[in-house]
RNA sequence: GGUGAGGUGGCUGAGUGGUCGAAAGCAGCGCUUUGCUAAAGCGCCGUACCCCAAACGGGUACCGAGGGUUCGAAUCCCUCCCUCACCGCCA
């Protein structure tokens, strides 16, 4: 969350950096500098009586031990505890009203993240890779029930619409590529695999930002106060929450696999067909932790370390940045990667890249120790690497062939086992 | 799930109603002594927040979390969370 005394100090500033998201946030930031001053006011008279009250306490403990009446006074440390009490409904009210304010309101863009308005606005960063040449090609849905790589029907029975049963090449060729993005990020990235619990509690699902804003989005355990993870990057960047890291161990780099479970509340209809945007998918994740003053260069590299899947897997894709308009509630800065979809005739997002500076961790009271000993926040970054389903839909569409067989990329064939699915 | 023990500062560990934000030791930082190493002595050494233009200034809160009792709670009572041990159940 933004830090208050930022808002105190430069409101106009934070104010005008909220605006080029597009939203009415100027407003909140009023209304949380309202109660800001007014809790500050009431704070400052309870810890004066609460000074006196602790003097005058003290002073009957010394009379009685000298035995002097004390009646009067403790009337008098009575009265003022009984304003201290309501003084301190007072302050706790004010406090939770300006910690919930202050979570409802996104981070600042970064000043070079581009202006615009929506996802028409996002610039191009750079593009690897040519579309392939592809004469009448089969998408995914059509690939899949053919070569019996998925049954979407069946899991339909199971679970509903939007969920997935890969079965038989399918199957393994999810996992192929599940070990070898593992591989590749911990071999050759330097990343620490981590395997996560997938269902997590409220605090951490506050400290990634995925609530309060966006509970209808999450599938929750009501008994068990539990949530099911939506991304890796909720287990994985809360794991240090509450901790203060020496700076000689940043940056921290994780990489971990898990399934995530998502809603899609409202987004019936939309990139619905096939496997493209389901309940529950499995995906690899980045997750890092650095100080602010290496974040924006981690945050490249991380990004480098997700389009490397690609490239490997020779699938063409391009990178977009986001402008400030479509930047998510969280980030300070965005890069997603969209890979070729020949069936779509679209680039599909895989990886959305993100570097949080000190939003989440602020949420999640996650500091480190600075080179002077004073302890600082750190800064939180994340991006897929990658999403699978989407992946796996574009690497068959990308590979078939005109007899309908699926080509397998070399890099691939080790973990798959075989050079093809016919 | 049951029973029992416990959760105090970076760590170890005292503290069962009053002057305790908390003894002591270790670790860390600074200074002094010393030919070097070692050792010794002295001092500093938690976090958050509030007031102040600011300070090596003043103040409040925090002894797992939240409530309660009391003039006053680390200390007494209740609820919850977590850790450990044993038992039960179980992949």
Redesign the pocket.
């Given at each position: 969350m933004l830090d208050?005394?930022l808002i105190?100090e430069q409101p106009d500033f934070v104010k005008s950096r909220l605006a080029t998201r597009g939203g009415e946030d100027a407003a909140k930031i009023d209304e949380v500098l309202r109660v800001?001053?007014e809790?500050?006011?009431t704070?400052?008279v309870?810890?004066?009586c609460?000074?006196d009250?602790?003097?005058?306490?003290?002073?009957?403990?010394?009379k009685?031990?000298t035995g002097e009446a004390?009646e009067e006074?403790?009337?008098r440390?009575?009265e003022?505890?009984e304003e201290?009490?309501r003084l301190?409904e007072q302050t706790?009210a004010a406090d939770e009203q300006q910690r919930e304010l202050l979570l409802g309101i996104p981070n600042l863009p970064h000043a070079n993240v581009p202006a615009g308005k929506d996802a028409n606005d996002n610039p191009v960063v750079r593009s690897w890779g040519e579309k392939p040449e592809l004469k009448d090609p089969l998408d995914h849905v059509a690939l899949g029930t053919k070569l019996k790589l998925f049954d979407l029907e069946r899991a339909a029975k199971l679970s509903g619409s939007g969920f997935i049963c890969f079965t038989g090449p399918g199957a393994r060729l999810e996992r192929a590529l599940i070990q070898f993005m593992l591989d590749l990020h911990t071999r050759e990235h330097g990343y620490l695999e981590m395997s996560p619990p997938f269902l997590v509690r409220r605090e951490c699902m506050i400290g990634t930002t995925q609530l309060p804003k966006f509970e209808e989005d999450m599938y929750g355990l009501e008994e068990q106060q539990l949530f099911l993870a939506p991304t890796a990057e909720v287990p994985v960047t809360n794991y240090h929450r509450e901790e203060?890291l020496a700076a000689s161990e940043l940056p921290k780099k994780f990489v971990a696999y898990t399934p995530c479970f998502r809603r899609e509340a409202g987004s019936a209809g939309r990139e619905t067909r096939g496997i493209l945007r389901v309940h529950q998918f499995d995906k690899v994740e980045l997750v890092k932790i650095t100080t602010p003053e290496t974040s924006y260069a981690e945050h490249e590299s991380l990004t480098a370390d997700a389009e490397r899947v690609l490239q490997l897997l020779g699938l063409h894709y391009r990178l977009i940045e986001l402008c400030t308009g479509d930047l998510g509630f969280g980030s300070a800065k965005t890069y997603d990667l969209e890979v070729w979809s020949p069936g779509q005739n679209a680039y599909l997002e895989v990886s959305s890249c993100s570097n949080f500076e000190e939003f989440q961790a602020s949420r999640m009271n996650l500091?480190f120790?600075d080179a002077d000993?004073?302890?600082r926040f750190c800064h939180t970054l994340n991006g897929s690497g990658l999403a699978l389903p989407r992946l796996f839909a574009a690497l068959i569409e990308t590979y078939q062939r005109a007899d309908g067989s699926i080509a397998i990329p070399e890099k691939l064939q080790p973990y798959f086992g075989a050079d093809e699915i016919r």
């Open positions: 208050i005394r105190r800001d001053a809790r500050r006011k704070e400052t309870l810890q004066q609460n000074a009250r602790k003097r005058l306490s003290k002073e009957i403990g010394a009685r031990a004390t006074i403790e009337a440390v009575r003022i505890g201290v009490a301190n706790s203060i500091r120790k000993g004073k302890n």
